[in-house]
Structures are given as C-alpha cells and as structure tokens.
C-alpha cells in the first residue's frame, strides 16, 4: 500500500515512474477556453433548462453561479484542505489512504500501466451517512469535518437541481434521471492535492480522463490554475471564475442520456513553482443499480447505444491507470 510518504517531492525532477516520454504543451502555452456561465437560480424556466442542456451537450463542461453555497463556504472549503496537507507527515498518517478512502496517491497495481500521477488526494465518502468511515475524516483542522458536512449537503441540492432541470430539458418527469440513479445516490469527495513540478510538460497531475460518475462539481484553486478540457480535438486551459462551480458531466449521465450528454474529457497539470489544491463533489449511483439509458431517449431516430453497467470502484481505478473507460465496455 501506497503511504502519504510516497507523494511527489515538490524540489525533485520528476522519477521515471511519473514521466510522460511524449511531452505535452507546457501548461502556459494552452489558449483559455470561453466555458458557458450558467445562473442555476434560473432553472426551471425553460429557457433556463434549455440554455443549460445545449451548454452541457456542447461542452460536457460548464461554469455555474448562484448555486447556493455562500462564499464563505467555498472559501472554508478550499482553506481547510490547504490548512490539512500544511500539516506534519504523523498528521496526515492518521487518515492515510486505504483502497479507497484515505490520504495518499492511488494504489499502485500490476500491469501496463500508465505513469503516475504528479499528485495525492483525500478521498471520503460523504453521503449517505452510514457510509461515512470517519477514520479517514482529518481531526486537523477542527473545522474540518464540519465544514465538508455542510458543503456536502449543498452540493446534494446542486446535482438535484442540475439533474431535474435536465430531465426537463429533454421532455422528461423531473425526476426520471435521479430515479434511475437509485436511492440513496452515493456523494463522495476529492480532495486533489498538486505539489509544484519542475518540468511541468512532462507529468500530469491528473491524467486525461472522463469521471466515471453521473455529475462532478468541482471547486478549483483560486489562484493556480491546472484544469485543462479538451474540445474538438485541442486541449484548453480552464478559466478561474471566482464563486463559480465548475461542472463536468460523467460516463453515467451519458449512457442515462443516451449519448445526449457527453462526459467531458479533461486533465489537471501542475505549476513549476506554486502547489495547487482542488476540491471534486462527485455523484455515483446506488452500488446496487445497473444504469442503462432512459427508455423515452431510445428511438429509432436514436437507437440505444448502451447496456446497463453497474459501476464498481475497483474496476474503476484499474481502468483509470491503463487509461481505459467503462463507458467503452457499456458501448453496444
Ligand atoms: O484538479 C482539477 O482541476 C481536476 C480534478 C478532476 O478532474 C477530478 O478530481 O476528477
Ligand atoms: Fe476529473
């Protein structure tokens, strides 16, 4: 098992494990993409529904404003993580990462592999709470499980709003897509954590990948930017909007839509001086259900491009270190 020790020096160049033999832009050099800003106070007016269905089919990732979470709580949130990973290695020890849940960089398993990535996370599950194991909830800062309960339980409300209006958008009862998820739908959180790199162009602190959830909200650094999506074929940098969520649709909203709503396909880079945090409130089915597409968006016009798939952890991370996708198993 991987200990918090094993997390990127930030003063070394980069050991072979973490190298990209083919090296990327350096992140400075990327274009800044125009991401849609949706005011989700506005949902449930159809032009509201509408206007955030063509920005999602569009770019699998969009900005929102007024979500609800007052700014002091986005700013807690970002604070007590950065507060945490300040803290002494013994500290952070005590929540050190298991198969899952945990702090530390992913497990590493046998195979081909892709390389490593150029960062640790804090990983929780947060909602429902049965399933919370606090063993992994830091103690340090005091505020800190606090601060993440209570985000969490904005955050249900964001993917409930998001969800429905797009149901709407696309003729459906309200509540077809959260129905189809399960109850209760699992939240879990990712705390990223981003040490500086010298050699920015050769590791990626995330790896491109498309989140194999329903919806990620995701809070970025104020201030290092490292989110980066990939559009028509070219990569951009991702703008810092202050008070904004970003969105990034998953794997299982597209096969629940049918394919009318793409997951969208990112990565995070690092900065060669400063580190970077980033804070993801993920949605995942019931473990017990089998998401397959809405029956109303299957047509012949539309014909079903997914079977059903249960999602599953480890396959999961497995796949995320080859770089395969469940979706690509679920495409019929
Ligand atoms: O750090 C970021 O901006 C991206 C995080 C991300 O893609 C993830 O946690 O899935
Ligand atoms: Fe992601």
């Known amino acids: 098992m991987e200990s918090v020790k094993e997390i990127p020096m930030s003063s070394q160049t980069p050991p072979p494990k973490y190298i990209y033999e083919d090296h990327h832009d350096h992140p400075a050099l990327l274009p800044m993409i125009d991401l849609p800003i949706i005011d989700i106070s506005q949902l449930t007016t159809a032009e509201a529904d509408q206007n955030l269905r063509s920005a999602l089919s569009e770019y699998g990732c969009i900005m929102i404003t007024n979500h609800g979470v007052e700014s002091w709580l986005l700013e807690k949130v970002g604070m007590v993580f950065k507060q945490f990973v300040a803290l002494p290695e013994e500290e952070k020890l005590k929540c050190k990462r298991e198969a899952f849940q945990g702090f530390g960089a992913d497990p590493a398993l046998a195979g081909d592999l892709l390389p490593v990535d150029w960062s640790a996370r804090l990983v929780l599950n947060v909602l429902p709470q049965e399933f919370r194991e606090l063993k992994y909830w830091p103690e340090n800062p005091p505020e800190f499980r606090e601060v993440v309960d209570e985000y969490g339980s904005k955050m249900v409300t964001v993917h409930e709003v998001i969800l429905k209006a797009l149901a709407r958008s696309l003729n459906l009862k309200e509540t077809t897509f959260l129905d189809k998820i399960g109850e209760p739908w699992i939240l879990y959180a990712r705390f990223n954590f981003y040490p500086p790199c010298p050699m920015p162009d050769l590791v990626f602190g995330l790896k491109p990948h498309c989140d194999a959830t329903v919806l990620t909200v995701l809070l970025q650094d104020k201030e290092v930017h ?18 904004a969520l970003v969105i990034n649709v998953g794997e299982q909203l597209e096969i629940l839509s049918n394919g009318e709503f793409k997951s969208s396909h990112h990565r995070a880079t690092v900065d060669s001086e400063r580190q970077r945090t980033s804070m993801a409130m993920i949605c995942l089915p019931n473990p017990e259900v089998e998401v397959g597409p809405v029956e109303e968006l299957v047509s012949e016009e539309r014909p079903l491009l997914f079977r059903k798939v249960k ?11 080859t770089g395969k996708r469940i979706i690509d198993d679920a495409r019929i």
């Open 226 to 243: 490292g989110l980066q999506i990939e559009k028509d074929g070219q990569w951009f940098r991702v703008p810092i909007v202050p008070g």
């Open 311 to 321: 999602y599953e952890e480890s396959l999961q991370l497995r796949y995320y270190q």
